[in-house]
C-alpha cells in the first residue's frame, strides 16, 4: 500500500475538496491494497462510516501504455486475437470508471434491496470521481475468511470429540470416534458423518480457492462462535445473482469469495461492482 499522505492527496485533488472538511476520522491502515489502488476505512463529517476507494494516478497511463505495446505485437504475430484483445481493454477501461462503479454498484443495490433482502449491497456516498468512490461500509469478514474460520474451528471440535483431524482433505477417524459412531443412534452417526463430509470439502475448496492447506487451531485457538450457514450462504448467492443476471441483465465479472462478505447480522454482502456488465 502506499503512504496515507499520498492518498489524502489525491482524494483531495480528485474530489476539489479539503481533506479535513470530508472526514472526521480516517484509518490509515488500509482494509485491502491491489496494483491499481487501496480502500480505507473513514467516518464522514456527519458520522456514517465509509469505505474510501482509491486508485493511482499513474494506473490509468500505464494501462494505456501496456495495451498500445501488446496491441503493435499482436498486430504483426497474432492478428486474430486483436477483437478479444480490444474486448479485454475495454473491461480494464471500465474497471478504472469509478463514476461507472459507483452508478453500477448503486443500480445493483438498488435492484437487491427488495428482490433478495438477505444480500446487503453499498451505495456510493457523495459524487464519485473516476480515481476516488466512497460508499456505505459493510462490515465484517470477506466470505473467504469466514469459511476458513468456520473449518478451523469445525476442526477443533472434532478434535475435541476424538476425531484426528491431519489436514482438510485428509480425515482420520480415532478409535475413540470410531467407538462413538458404534455407539451412537442412527441420527447422531449421521450428523458426526456430515459434519466431517462438510470439513473435508470446506478444506478442498479453500485449499483450490487460494492454493494452500487450512492449518489446525492449536488449545491456544480462540473458542468463539464461529459458525457459517453454508447452505444459506450458498441460496444467497444463487438467488441474487440469477435475479440479477434474468431479471436485470447484469453480470458481476468479478465473484470470488474476496468479494463477498459475512455481515455480523447473517446476510450476506457484495462488494466491488468494477466489472458488471449490462447486457
Not at 234 to 259: M, W, Y
Request: glycine share 8%; net charge negative; proline share 5%.
Amino acid at each position: 500500500p502506499r503512504p496515507v499522505e499520498g492518498v489524502k492527496k489525491i482524494i483531495e485533488e480528485s474530489l476539489g475538496t479539503r481533506f479535513d472538511d470530508l472526514f472526521s476520522s480516517f484509518d490509515e491502515t488500509p482494509l485491502g491494497a491491489a496494483s491499481v489502488g487501496q480502500v480505507h476505512r473513514a467516518v464522514l463529517r456527519d458520522g456514517r462510516e465509509v469505505a474510501v476507494k482509491v486508485q493511482y494516478p499513474e494506473v490509468a497511463e500505464s494501462f494505456f501504455v501496456d495495451f498500445k505495446g501488446m496491441r503493435t505485437v499482436a498486430s504483426m504475430a497474432l492478428p486474430a486475437v486483436l477483437p478479444a484483445l480490444k474486448a479485454v481493454q475495454e473491461t480494464f477501461i471500465k474497471e478504472m470508471d469509478f463514476t461507472r462503479e459507483a452508478m453500477m454498484m448503486d443500480r445493483v443495490a438498488d435492484s437487491l434491496a427488495g428482490a433478495v433482502p438477505d444480500v446487503f449491497v453499498p451505495r456510493s456516498v457523495s459524487q464519485a470521481s473516476n480515481q476516488v468512490l466512497m460508499m456505505t461500509l459493510v462490515p465484517g469478514d470477506t466470505l473467504l475468511d469466514g469459511l476458513k474460520r468456520f473449518a478451523e474451528a469445525l476442526n477443533l471440535d472434532m478434535s475435541a470429540a476424538g476425531v484426528k483431524v491431519v489436514h482438510p482433505s485428509h480425515i482420520i477417524c480415532s478409535d475413540l470416534a470410531h467407538g462413538l459412531l458404534a455407539q451412537a443412534t442412527t441420527f447422531q452417526r449421521w450428523v458426526l458423518e456430515q459434519r466431517l463430509s462438510l470439513l473435508n470439502c470446506l478444506g478442498n475448496t479453500y485449499r483450490q480457492l487460494v492454493g494452500e492447506e487450512l492449518k489446525s487451531l492449536t488449545n491456544e485457538g480462540t473458542a468463539v462462535n464461529m459458525f457459517v450457514d453454508v447452505h444459506a450462504t450458498a441460496k444467497r448467492i444463487c438467488a441474487a445473482f440469477g435475479h440479477l443476471i434474468l431479471r436485470e441483465g447484469l453480470v458481476l465479472g468479478d465473484p470470488h469469495p474476496g468479494n463477498m462478505m459475512l455481515l455480523p447480522d447473517g446476510r450476506l454482502g457484495l462488494i466491488d461492482f468494477g466489472q458488471v456488465a449490462s447486457a
